[in-house]
Every structure is written in structure tokens, then in C-alpha cells.
């Protein structure tokens, strides 16, 4: 490959790289949109949601981290109190295809039905572009979009990085907080944090 060949194929790379930087997730900016399936094989889109306060909340059923919340049934309650409040809550699974937490969309049942789960819907995210697009990290890793479409929180469901379901009532949960403030119409308190959790089996 001589040198002119090689200056334009890295600058067809370096315009790729500011493109996928570019779709990513960034607080403050308009949250990427997404079509994947639910459970029973409907398309669920962002757009779908529009006018509504979103959550999505990256899941795996078999991380320790995600049972800490669905086993003291925290995450369950937080599902339930916000859709109350006309909230959107959107689990994602984005485990591929024989990796920890994959199950086909027949199997979410039972699983949903044993974490007293109480999302809008979950999603099955197989190929993982909806989550490389949110930068999604950790499961759980949340995600808060606004009524008006745009990132408004990004990281951890609260400040205790543990399995231990002990530590949720001492806990400060971001998530609960930026709901809280979208929905009197606040500023977000704190936008941005650390997710915590296993990694997304991508």
C-alpha cells in the first residue's frame, strides 16, 4: 500500500471514528434513537415515547449486581412508583448470543416473572448496537431521557457499588433524584455518574 493510499484510508477511518463518537449518548444532547423488540417480538422505538419521561435501565438477570435490586425488590418499586407518574421504563438486555444473561424472547417470562419486574417493556438488544450506542457499560447502567428527548442522567442507579441488598436503604439513588427533578420541572441534581456492575456481555 504506498503512502497516498495509506493518508486516505486513515482519513476515511478518522471520519468513521467522529461518526460513531458522534451517535453516541451525551448528557445534554439528544439520546440516540433505537428500534428493537420486545419480549413478544413488537418493535418499540424512542419515538414511541415521545412527550414522556424514558428510562432504560441495562439488564442481566444473572449479574449479582442486577439481583442486588430485584431480589430487595428496589429496582421493582422504582419501576412501579415512576410509571405511576407516567414514567417510561425500559429494561435493555444487551448479552449476546451465548453469553451471561442472553435468553431468547420466549424464555423473558418466567425470568421477568421472578424479579417482580415492573418495566414498560424489556428489550432484546442481541447485537448490542443500542448499547454500544448508548456507551452502555455495566448492568445495571441507567439512563434517564427527558420529556423533550434529551439525555438528561447517565450512570449509576445510586451511590453504593455493592451486592449487598443492606446497603439500598442508606443508599443515595441518582436515578430516583433525576426523576424526581424532570418531573417538578428541576434540574437534574447530579447528571453524570460512575456505572456499577458486571460488564455488558457485548
Given at each position: 500500500m504506498n503512502k497516498k493510499i495509506l493518508r486516505l484510508?486513515?482519513?476515511?477511518?478518522?471520519?468513521v471514528g467522529v461518526?460513531?463518537?458522534?451517535?453516541?449518548?451525551?448528557?445534554g444532547s439528544p439520546a440516540p434513537a433505537?428500534?428493537?423488540?420486545?419480549t413478544q417480538g413488537a418493535?418499540?422505538?424512542?419515538s414511541d415515547f415521545a412527550g414522556k419521561i424514558v428510562v432504560l435501565e441495562w439488564t442481566n438477570p444473572d449479574c449479582p449486581f442486577v439481583k442486588k435490586h430485584y431480589d430487595a425488590q428496589n429496582m421493582p418499586a422504582l419501576q412501579a412508583k415512576y410509571a405511576a407518574?407516567?414514567?417510561?421504563w425500559l429494561s435493555v438486555c444487551s448479552s449476546a448470543p451465548g453469553k451471561q444473561g442472553h435468553a431468547p424472547a420466549a424464555d423473558w417470562a418466567p425470568i421477568l416473572a421472578a424479579q417482580g419486574s415492573a418495566a414498560t417493556a424489556l428489550l432484546l438488544d442481541p447485537d448490542g448496537k443500542t448499547g454500544l450506542a448508548y456507551a452502555a457499560k455495566t448492568t445495571p447502567h441507567l439512563f434517564v431521557i427527558d420529556a423533550t428527548g434529551t439525555l438528561a442522567y447517565d450512570g449509576?442507579?445510586?451511590?453504593?457499588?455493592s451486592t449487598d441488598p443492606a446497603d439500598i436503604p442508606g443508599a443515595r439513588n441518582y436515578v430516583a433524584e433525576a426523576l424526581d427533578s424532570l418531573i417538578a420541572g428541576q434540574p437534574v441534581p447530579v447528571a453524570k455518574t460512575t456505572p456499577y456492575g458486571c460488564s455488558v456481555k457485548y
Open positions: 484510508a486513515l482519513a476515511a477511518l478518522a471520519i461518526a460513531a463518537a458522534s451517535a453516541q449518548a451525551v448528557v433505537f428500534s428493537l423488540p420486545d418493535p418499540r422505538r424512542l407518574q407516567g414514567v417510561a449509576a442507579i445510586d451511590d453504593k457499588p
